[in-house]
C-alpha cells in the first residue's frame, strides 16, 4: 500500500530526499514543506517533472496542514554545518527551530512516524521528543545510519566483497565520540583477521586491517565531503530513505538509528544510536549486541559527551 511521507526543509537534504522518494514506489504522496515557499515551489515542480517513468505521484508543495494523515514525516530543517564546525556547534540554533516545528507538525500528524535528521542529530532528535508531546516509539533520529554505510563502504572496498556480507555498525554519537564495537563485525559471519587469512590463501592479498584507520575514515568522511562540495545530502538521502522502507515494511528491521535508551548498556534519558528494531509501529526495542566492557565505556562516554551539551540547551 502506498504512502504519504512529509518533508519539512527543502534544502539540500530535505530536497534530494524527495527527489530519491520520488524514485521509489512506497510513496503515493510526497509534501514538501518550508519557510521559503519559492523555493519548495520549485523544488517540487522540478521533481513531479521527473517522474513520468514511473507510477503517478503527487509531490506538493504544501503547508503544515497538507501533513494530515501522513505514515511518515521527515525533518530536515536547520542552519547547515559549516567547514571546520561540529555538529554540537550548531545546537542551539536549531533546537529553537526544533521547537517551533514540533508542536505545529505534531498537532496534524499525531500518527505518523518522524524521522529526524536536523544536525545535530541526537541532540534534535532528544529535543523534539520533549517537545512534541508524541509517544517515543514515534521518534527515530537518523543516528548513525549513515556513519555504518560509511563504514560497510570502506569495509567492503578493504576486503574486496560486496557490502551485503558486512556486518559491522557504528555505535554512538552522530560525531566525534561515535566507535565501532569491532568485537561483533564481521563479513559473513567471520571476524575481520580471519577472513584476511582466509581471503589470502585464495590470492587475494589482502593487507592486515588497521581499526584505527577505518574508525578515522569514518569519521573525517562528512567533513572531507563538505570541504570539497560544501554539504553532504546524497548518502543521507539514501540512507534516510532506505530507513523509511524499513518503516513501510512487512516485517521489522535491525538498524543503527538514534532513539531514546532506557538503561541499555548503563545509558538512559538521551538519544543515541545502537541496534534497534523499527518496523510499521515505529521503534519496538533494542537488540543489545554483546559488547567488551571496554566498549561499553565507549558507549558510556558518548552518551556523556551529548548529555553535556542538551544540560546546556534551552529546551523550554
Given at each position: 500500500m502506498a504512502s504519504k511521507i512529509t518533508i519539512i526543509g527543502a534544502?539540500?537534504?530535505?530536497?534530494?530526499?524527495?527527489?530519491?522518494?520520488?524514485?521509489?514506489?512506497?510513496?503515493?504522496?510526497?509534501?514538501?514543506?518550508?519557510?521559503?515557499?519559492?523555493?519548495?515551489?520549485?523544488?517540487?515542480?522540478?521533481?513531479?517533472?521527473?517522474?513520468?517513468?514511473?507510477?503517478?505521484?503527487?509531490?506538493?508543495?504544501?503547508?503544515?496542514?497538507?501533513?494530515?494523515?501522513?505514515?511518515?514525516?521527515?525533518?530536515?530543517?536547520?542552519?547547515?554545518?559549516?567547514?571546520?564546525?561540529?555538529?554540537?556547534?550548531?545546537?542551539?540554533?536549531?533546537?529553537?527551530?526544533?521547537?517551533?516545528?514540533?508542536?505545529?507538525?505534531?498537532?496534524?500528524?499525531?500518527?505518523?512516524?518522524?524521522?529526524?535528521?536536523?544536525?545535530?542529530?541526537?541532540?534534535?532528535?532528544?529535543?523534539?521528543?520533549?517537545?512534541?508531546?508524541?509517544?517515543?516509539?514515534?521518534?527515530?533520529?537518523?543516528?548513525?545510519?549513515?556513519?555504518?554505510?560509511?563504514?560497510?563502504?570502506?569495509?567492503?572496498?578493504?576486503?574486496?566483497?560486496?557490502q551485503k556480507n558486512i556486518h559491522a555498525y557504528v555505535f554512538g554519537e552522530h560525531g566525534d565520540s561515535s566507535f565501532v564495537p569491532w568485537s561483533g563485525a564481521s563479513v559473513a559471519g567471520v571476524p575481520l583477521d580471519e577472513y584476511t587469512k582466509i581471503s589470502n590463501t585464495y590470492g587475494k592479498d589482502l593487507e592486515k586491517f588497521d581499526e584505527a584507520r577505518m574508525e578515522e575514515y569514518v569519521h573525517k568522511s562528512g567533513g572531507e565531503i563538505i570541504k570539497r562540495k560544501g554539504a553532504t545530502f546524497y548518502g543521507v538521502a539514501m540512507s534516510v530513505v532506505n530507513l523509511c522502507g524499513m518503516l513501510l515494511a512487512a516485517y521489522e528491521s535491525v538498524v543503527t538509528v538514534s532513539t531514546m535508551m532506557h538503561g541499555e548498556y548503563g545509558v538512559e534519558d538521551v538519544c543515541t544510536s545502537c541496534l534497534t528494531i523499527v518496523g510499521p509501529e515505529g521503534v519496538k526495542g533494542k537488540v543489545e549486541m554483546k559488547l567488551t566492557d571496554e566498549e561499553v565505556v565507549k558507549f558510556q562516554k558518548s552518551a556523556d559527551a551529548l548529555k553535556a551539551v542538551i544540560a546546556q540547551l534551552d529546551l523550554n
Amino acid at each position: 500500500m502506498a504512502s504519504k511521507i512529509t518533508i519539512i526543509g527543502a534544502g539540500s537534504v530535505g530536497a534530494t530526499i524527495a527527489y530519491t522518494l520520488s524514485q521509489e514506489t512506497f510513496a503515493s504522496e510526497i509534501v514538501i514543506i518550508d519557510i521559503n515557499k519559492e523555493k519548495v515551489d520549485g523544488e517540487a515542480m522540478d521533481i513531479v517533472q521527473g517522474t513520468a517513468f514511473r507510477d503517478p505521484i503527487d509531490v506538493i508543495s504544501g503547508e503544515y496542514e497538507d501533513a494530515k494523515d501522513s505514515d511518515i514525516v521527515i525533518i530536515t530543517s536547520g542552519v547547515p554545518r559549516k567547514a571546520g564546525q561540529t555538529r554540537i556547534e550548531l545546537a542551539q540554533t536549531n533546537v529553537n527551530i526544533i521547537k517551533d516545528i514540533a508542536p505545529k507538525i505534531a498537532s496534524v500528524a499525531p500518527k505518523a512516524l518522524y524521522v529526524i535528521v536536523s544536525n545535530p542529530v541526537d541532540v534534535m532528535t532528544y529535543a523534539f521528543l520533549k517537545t512534541s508531546g508524541l509517544p517515543e516509539n514515534q521518534i527515530i533520529g537518523s543516528g548513525t545510519l549513515l556513519d555504518t554505510t560509511r563504514l560497510r563502504y570502506g569495509l567492503a572496498n578493504h576486503f574486496k566483497i560486496a557490502q551485503k556480507n558486512i556486518h559491522a555498525y557504528v555505535f554512538g554519537e552522530h560525531g566525534d565520540s561515535s566507535f565501532v564495537p569491532w568485537s561483533g563485525a564481521s563479513v559473513a559471519g567471520v571476524p575481520l583477521d580471519e577472513y584476511t587469512k582466509i581471503s589470502n590463501t585464495y590470492g587475494k592479498d589482502l593487507e592486515k586491517f588497521d581499526e584505527a584507520r577505518m574508525e578515522e575514515y569514518v569519521h573525517k568522511s562528512g567533513g572531507e565531503i563538505i570541504k570539497r562540495k560544501g554539504a553532504t545530502f546524497y548518502g543521507v538521502a539514501m540512507s534516510v530513505v532506505n530507513l523509511c522502507g524499513m518503516l513501510l515494511a512487512a516485517y521489522e528491521s535491525v538498524v543503527t538509528v538514534s532513539t531514546m535508551m532506557h538503561g541499555e548498556y548503563g545509558v538512559e534519558d538521551v538519544c543515541t544510536s545502537c541496534l534497534t528494531i523499527v518496523g510499521p509501529e515505529g521503534v519496538k526495542g533494542k537488540v543489545e549486541m554483546k559488547l567488551t566492557d571496554e566498549e561499553v565505556v565507549k558507549f558510556q562516554k558518548s552518551a556523556d559527551a551529548l548529555k553535556a551539551v542538551i544540560a546546556q540547551l534551552d529546551l523550554n
